[in-house]
Nanobody, 115 residues
């Protein structure tokens, strides 16, 4: 099992940056992939970014070039650097881990982009 705890959300103005962190309860080295999704109330949860255990990354078109996913294996943490934030990035951001065929989710962290 893996417990995931997100942090780093908050309020940002358009054009600003935020960095989200996802702390795992155990080593992430052996986890197949970790990623971020986001959800706006009333809409389906959508994919944002993915990082596999061997370093391959994938991004939603809407965030490509603005968001960067990375990991710190020593801290069992996955990061999402979000630059050039826009109001449409406002959502609850969830961390996800895919380990041995099982999916684990964090509780989410709110990101609000507004002037």
């Amino acid at each position: 099992q893996v417990q995931l705890v997100e942090s780093g959300g908050g309020l940002a103005q358009p054009g600003e940056s935020l960095r989200l962190s996802c702390a795992a309860s155990r080593s992430i080295v052996s986890i197949n992939s970790m990623g971020w999704h986001r959800q706006v109330p009333g809409k389906p949860r959508e994919f944002v970014a993915l990082l596999t255990h061997d370093g391959w990354t994938n991004y939603a078109d809407s965030v490509k070039g603005r968001f960067t996913i990375s990991r710190d294996n020593a801290k069992n943490t996955v990061l999402l650097q979000m630059n050039s934030l826009a109001p449409e990035d406002t959502a609850i951001y969830y961390c996800k881990a895919d380990s041995q065929g099982r999916l684990y989710w964090g509780q989410g962290t709110q990101v609000t982009v507004s002037s």
